[in-house]
């Protein structure tokens, strides 16, 4: 296993207070229970994208500073620049730091300075799009464009300044190798928790949810960020076509918006389309409750627009494949190239709906020990080994040339 390893976690938002479990909180977890590693995580105690009604218990340390309450994310993370500076230079000269793993942007910024003061070897988690993520908070405008810029800009300069870069899609690594040709990246995607997330019957999951009126409904989902990159209009006016059709569909989303304003979008549009009796919104939920809104539900909906962050390995997809639910995706090619086997594809309105009937008469079949052969393939056991022998990699090279 080798000697200890001590990371400073830089997270894209706060682990322990985010409504979504989100892809860095199972890989440290794991990072943590199957290797001879140390996490030191810095919090972000008051971000705005923290609900505040629930905390996780992680097993990590944390790295914690007095923060300022904002309403706007880039105002938090502006105006509390300093003081992660401080908290991280303090961890960095109280402990010994062996890499620094960071997943954000400003912050990102701040973690990889410090880095390169002290000699701390550093690689950046591209989990994400962040140029395209980061504006999803706001609406249109001058500040829109300012944000996006100032993005673009930070992301490049922590890509060049990081010793290595993982990312999540064959479709991110070409991005980062425009911007440096020469970096080492490695493409780690998403997981999946298969001994949680695996089938149970349509009834006994509705049963659980207290919701055993729709069960003769075709129950369609989607569930996680509720954001900008989504276009649920179309799939509206698919509905409202269904129903014609005499399909007794409702859909139900499971999650958080955080640009807010646009889960009331979401309702207008559907109220104005005339499907708002058909939709049912739920606050995001532990990924345990979570297992039984997809097994309850007959189809998963991932409605990405085509947006390059958006050519990705979502979780939402791995865990609805390892629960044997069909999953209907928008036809992206990073998607299609890993599941096509196993996932419906659309490309238009009417290519939506097609496949929502073929595959409820039966014409699209693919069977659900297909659908957990594949998540298996993704899960996190497997996923955090490929992080960890990455890890193993940088901290061995830094230490050979120090």
């Keep these: 296993m080798g000697s200890q390893i001590n990371i400073l976690l830089v997270p894209v938002n706060d682990l322990i207070s985010h409504p979504i ?10 990072l943590v229970e199957k290797f001879n590693v140390n996490i030191f995580m810095l919090r972000y105690t008051n971000i705005p994208t923290s609900l505040g009604k629930r905390e996780r218990k992680l097993n990590f340390k944390l790295v914690e500073f007095k923060d300022f309450k904002f309403r706007n994310i880039g105002l938090y993370y502006a105006l509390n620049a300093v ?14 730091i062996d890499l620094i793993i960071h997943a954000n942007i400003l912050p990102s910024t701040i973690a990889v300075e410090l880095g390169r003061m002290l000699q701390v070897p550093r690689i950046f988690d591209y989990q994400d799009h962040f140029p395209e993520s980061a504006i999803s908070y706001f ?6 464009s300012l944000t996006y810029s100032l993005t673009s800009q930070l992301t490049k300069f922590n890509i060049k300044h990081s010793d290595a870069v993982v990312t999540v899609t064959n479709s991110h690594k070409e991005i980062i190798m425009k911007y440096d040709p020469f970096k080492l990246i490695k493409v780690i995607p998403n997981g999946v928790d298969t001994d949680l997330f695996k089938p149970i019957p349509k009834s006994n999951a509705l049963k659980e949810l207290n919701m055993e009126e729709f069960s003769d409904k075709i129950i369609l989902i989607y569930f996680g960020s509720i954001d900008r990159w989504l276009d649920f209009s179309a799939v509206f006016r698919v509905i409202k076509r269904l129903v014609k059709r005499d399909f007794d569909v409702l859909l139900f989303i499971v ?18 389309v005339g499907v708002g009796n058909r939709l049912f919104i739920f606050d995001p939920v532990p990924q345990e409750k979570l297992v039984y809104y997809i097994n309850a539900s007959d189809i998963t909906l991932v409605p990405y627009r085509s947006l390059l962050k958006n ?13 044997g639910k069909f999953v209907c995706v928008k036809r992206l090619p990073e998607i299609i190239d890993r599941f096509k086997d196993v996932v419906g594809a659309y490309s238009s309105e009417r ?3 097609r496949t929502l009937v073929e595959y409820h008469h039966g014409k699209l079949h693919v069977s659900a020990e297909k659908m957990r052969e594949v998540a298996k393939q993704y899960s996190w056991d497997n996923i955090t ?11 061995n090279d830094n230490r050979s040339q120090v």
């Design 21 to 30: 479990e989100t892809r860095f909180i199972f890989i440290a977890k794991k």
């Design 351 to 353: 290519e939506l709906e």
């Design 311 to 323: 050519q990705a390995v979502p979780l939402k997809i791995l865990e609805s494949l390892a629960c």
């Design 255 to 272: 999650g958080f918006s955080h640009g807010r304003y646009y889960l009331e979008e979401i309702k207008k549009t559907a109220e104005s």
């Design 139 to 144: 609406k249109e405008g001058l500040l829109k």
């Design 83 to 96: 003081p992660i500076f401080s908290a991280l230079l303090r961890q960095l000269k109280r402990e010994r």
């Design 385 to 395: 080994s490929s992080y960890y022998n990455l890890i193993r990699q940088v901290v």
